[in-house]
């Protein structure tokens, strides 16, 4: 099915992974719903660099973490676009830091805008795809999900938990036409991974098989094949955007 027509959510989209997602998503056809938390600039800068390729898209500014925030998200793209009818979560923070030191509000931030915020966005949507019977959702976790790292189990934590829910969104809404999928990526070069340590960046390179950093649209890449109708049989799925640094 030709995809202009069709609105997309990207939470979170105001730069990195997200960014790189929404122009992909564009480019195939797809309008676009930008979601941004505080960055209006970065939002609206997006909103009109996809204009100007000849797509569309609109800023939405939402806390995807807040209840009462989703609530009121959907109706405003729904007036404004159309019915979302496909769902990106992409929105992430990091509050690193060892376990024992780690403290409560660390833990809870972490939790609340990586893992609550996509059960929120999903639940909301997944009540139209459901009468319409069709719908795409992804979910952006994280290798770090499948593999844990010292120093960020608020983080793993959040990114198994995306994990969990998206392969019970799947079993709860394949009959409706409705997928659901997450994606890993490993190290990506975006600005949360460009402020670390240049001896770490080369000890993580020699765990990636492929011998290099990931870019944002090797993610975009395969989130565009995943709305599509092509990936139609594919669900409940976790894959990796690493260079083989978590291969089986």
């Known amino acids: ?50 204009a100007s390729s000849g797509g569309r898209a609109m ?10 925030d ?15 009818q496909i769902l990106v979560n992409n929105a992430g ?8 030191r780690m403290k409560d509000h660390d833990w809870d931030d972490v939790i609340t805008t990586n893992l609550k915020s996509v059960f929120l966005t999903t639940r909301q949507a997944a009540r139209n795809m459901a009468k319409s019977r069709w719908g795409r959702i992804v979910n952006i976790s994280s290798v770090i999900g499948i593999v844990g790292n010292a120093g960020q189990a608020n983080y793993a934590a959040a990114k198994a938990g995306v994990i969990g829910l998206t392969k019970s969104t799947a ?3 394949g009959s409706r036409g409705i997928t659901a ?18 001896k770490l960046k080369e000890q993580m390179l020699l ?7 990931g870019t944002p649209e090797d993610v975009a890449g395969l989130v565009g094949f995943l709305v599509s109708e092509k990936a139609s049989y ?14 089986a």
């Not at 800023?59 to 009462?68: H, I, L, N």
């Not at 999928?181 to 240049?198: C, H, K, Q, R, Y």
């Not at 976790?238 to 260079?243: E, M, N, R, T, Y």
Request: aromatic share 6%; net charge negative; proline share 4%.
């Open 1 to 50: 099915m030709n995809p202009e027509g069709r609105v997309a959510l990207v939470t979170g989209a105001g730069r990195g992974i997200g960014k790189a997602i929404a122009f992909e998503l564009s480019a195939r056809g797809y309008i676009v719903a930008v979601n941004f938390r505080a960055s209006s600039k970065a939002a609206e800068g997006l909103v009109g660099e996809i």
């Open 59 to 68: 800023a939405f500014q939402a806390d995807v973490s807040s209840p009462e």
């Open 70 to 84: 989703v609530a009121g998200l959907f109706p405003q793209i729904e007036e404004r676009l159309g019915q979302v």
């Open 93 to 100: 923070i990091t509050r690193d830091g060892l376990l024992m």
């Open 171 to 173: 079993r709860e809404f």
């Open 181 to 198: 999928n997450a994606v890993a990526p490993g190290f990506i070069e975006t600005d949360m991974t460009s402020i670390l340590d240049e």
């Open 207 to 213: 765990q990636i098989p492929s011998g290099r950093v």
């Open 234 to 247: 594919i669900n409940g799925q976790v894959i990796a955007v690493d260079g083989g640094m978590t291969m």
